[in-house]
């Protein structure tokens, strides 16, 4: 069959041919249709994700769409190695797979599903979001955080705030008040001191580094004694901060993980569902690029702020 295949870390994918999986009696073959280049992808093909194995070569892909033999639409995520979303089939345990509804398309779906789950995951799994309850999403303008601030208003978050870089992007997220990344760590910490003063209650955060250092500080700085859940999904603009134990101490926080390993796969099975029961309702979408698969080694490294999905 036809595959992305990673052959090395460092190396992108090349399109080509790999052996057909072939079916255990606790799984089921999907037939791909679309597959999704999400952040994760691109860092487990590169070896670069905590979650990679090392071992290759392998078929690049986290989770996809497709049809089953009896013809069933499915979302998939984690195939059974060294088989990834992006070919032409894969076989899937049971319990790692789920029928799609009938009014969310393919492409939509397969758009949406890293994405969204990872801040449905986060809010309903990890922070244990009350409604009524204040929201921060650091991270706001990439697509996973362009949807949390949709997802945080739909579970109930009565106040969002957004932070990113790209002010056009920040300008029409609907968010209650954005903040704009720029300047130190001390001159971010300013800019949203006013608003953990006020009480923020949960902060997602998918760039790690520096605004998550600053976060953190004004967070301890804030309501001294009053909960923060402070809940890790992302790291793009750093692996590592330095962190003053005494913030901890002296603080509310409290400092969460949301991914795989921190959450059980039953967990993550249902946030992928609750998201997709809900997407058609509440406008869950992300401008996507549909790519052919063959296309893989060219389009690896496009970012033109549209979510491409490869399809067979």
Not at 4 to 25: C, H, M, N, T, W
Not at 133 to 149: C, I, K, P, W
Not at 270 to 276: E, L, Q, R, T, V
Request: net charge negative; proline share 5%.
């Amino acid at each position: 069959m036809k595959a992305a295949i990673v052959e090395q870390a460092g190396q992108k994918p090349r399109y080509g041919d790999f052996p057909e999986p072939e079916l255990a009696s606790d799984e089921v073959r999907v037939n791909v249709t679309a597959a999704a280049l999400s952040p994760l992808a691109r860092a487990r093909a590169a070896g670069t994700h905590y979650s990679a194995s090392g071992t290759y070569p392998f078929v690049a892909g986290v989770d996809g769409v497709g049809h089953t033999d009896d013809g069933a639409r499915a979302f998939f995520v984690l195939p059974r190695a060294p088989q990834g979303a992006m070919a032409e089939m894969v076989t899937v345990p049971n319990g790692q797979w789920l029928p799609l509804p009938d009014d969310l398309d393919d492409y939509t779906a397969a758009a949406i599903a890293n994405a969204g789950t990872s801040s449905w995951a986060a809010l309903v799994e990890r922070a244990r979001l009350c409604r009524g309850e204040t929201v921060l999403v650091n991270g706001a303008t990439g697509s996973s955080g362009q949807l949390a601030v949709r997802i945080a208003r739909h579970l109930g978050a009565s106040r969002v705030i957004a932070t990113g870089r790209n002010q056009a992007v920040l300008d029409t997220l609907g968010a209650d008040a954005v903040v704009r990344l720029e300047g130190n760590t001390e001159a971010l910490q300013a800019a949203v001191a006013e608003h953990f003063a006020a009480g923020v209650d949960v902060v997602l955060d998918y760039l790690w580094g520096p605004s998550a250092r600053a976060l953190l500080l004004a967070a301890a700085a804030g309501r001294r004694g009053v909960p923060v859940r402070f809940v890790q999904i992302g790291s793009i603009t750093g692996e590592e901060i330095a962190l003053p134990a005494g913030i901890l101490r002296s603080s509310g926080i409290e400092l969460l993980g949301s991914g795989i390993g921190s959450l059980s796969l039953d967990q993550m099975m249902a946030a992928i569902k609750g998201m997709f029961a809900a997407a058609k309702p509440a406008g869950f979408t992300l401008d996507h690029r549909v790519v052919p698969l063959a296309d893989v080694a060219e389009t690896w490294d496009d970012g033109d702020g549209a979510r491409i999905l490869f399809t067979t």
